[in-house]
């Protein structure tokens, strides 16, 4: 019996993304957190309110490829498909480790994202359930500040990693975290993030460590939802 060819390997690059890019970032990143149950409590008016979910998910992407923030990057990773390129995982960094010396140095300052989508108005938004999204911003609010605390503010932080669902199982999303980890060793920057329970694998596998886990408390009937902090330590 013959054996079918192989289905060749997709050409990928990675870069960070532009302008261009934020309606396939918006698209993506709302297609790999479906996956998260976290996400999905957060967010849990979205079918009802498709709209609101699509426009400030918009915005937050538009904020973070803007060049207005440089805290912060967006990094992509596209595949090669019948000659078209395709996003197939994307990641965003806080890399105001970098940035906080500069603005320092120059005695300058800016109003960080959260002033202007609140100021668009995302505390109305409709698609969120408002007691459980208080209690994860208020989780990885006090797991932000407990980072800056024991690594004194050096630390190279990662906001989300996901894979398109179209693409999973290939590798895309470890190759992102590649990238981040390289420059934590250039930088001589502890990597730290609050995995959930679907990324922690690929934390471990990675050579990340456990500095605890931290509990969703939100008043209902919910699943018990956690997330752990994670430290990539860097060694040259």
Known sequence: MATLPSK????????????????AIRIGMIASLTSDPTWRYRYINRDKYPEDLFKYSRLYVELM???????????????????VWKLAALSIWDASYVNSRIHKAKGESYNPPTQVMEAA????????????DAAFIKAIGDTR??????????EFYLNLLGTHPDFRRRGYATQLLK???????????P????????????????????LGRVPIVAEGDYEKQEFVKMVYRPRK
């Open 8 to 23: 060749p390997i997709a050409k990928s690059r990675i870069r960070e993304a532009e302008p261009k890019d934020i309606d």
């Open 65 to 83: 490829v803007s060049g207005k923030f440089p805290d912060y990057l967006t990094m992509i990773l596209e595949v090669e498909e019948d000659s």
């Open 121 to 132: 108005g995302v505390k109305t938004r409709r698609d969120i359930y408002p007691i459980y």
């Open 145 to 154: 500040k407990e980072f800056t605390e024991l690594f004194h503010g050096d």
């Open 179 to 189: 990238w981040g980890i390289e420059r934590s060793i250039r930088d001589n920057a």
């Open 191 to 210: 990597l730290v993030l609050a995995a959930s329970a679907m990324g922690e694998p690929t934390y471990l596998a990675s050579g990340f460590e456990e």
